[in-house]
Nanobody, 124 residues
Framework: DVQLQASGGGLVQPGGSLTLSCVAS????????VGWFRQAPGKEREGVAYITRNAHTHFYANHAKPRFIVSRDNAKNTAYLQMHGLKPEDSALYYC?????????????????WGQGTQVTVSS
């Protein structure tokens, strides 16, 4: 079965850091590009960051620059999202997603597989 398992979320104070992980199984992870998205209550899902299959190219949403860093380890079938300088407005359910195709990275409909999401709450 295809799975994307996101983890690493939690409660953190403003200014703090978290690293999210996304472990893939059931498909050739190193052939797929990975996007991170988030969705806050009452808001649409939005792109956060993106990394190509060979990790040579990264993209970030404006709200993620320069605080977030996306990376991956294909040997471990895992993608990561390091988040620093967290703000209350970063609170959301964070998802990882994988797609074989290329194109506009923030286009949700272009992703083949989605993880279940991990909650990030930034609050004092």
């Amino acid at each position: 079965d295809v799975q994307l398992q996101a983890s690493g979320g939690g409660l953190v104070q403003p200014g703090g850091s978290l690293t999210l992980s996304c472990v893939a199984s059931g498909f050739p992870f190193d052939d797929y590009n990975v996007g991170w998205f988030r969705q806050a209550p009452g808001k649409e899902r939005e792109g956060v960051a993106y990394i190509t299959r060979n990790a040579h190219t990264h993209f970030y949403a404006n709200h993620a620059k320069p605080r977030f860093i996306v990376s991956r380890d294909n040997a471990k079938n895992t993608a990561y999202l390091q988040m620093h300088g967290l703000k209350p407005e970063d609170s959301a359910l964070y998802y990882c997603a994988a797609r074989y195709r290329t194109g506009i990275w923030g286009s949700i409909d272009t992703y083949d597989y989605w993880g279940q999401g991990t909650q990030v709450t930034v609050s004092s």
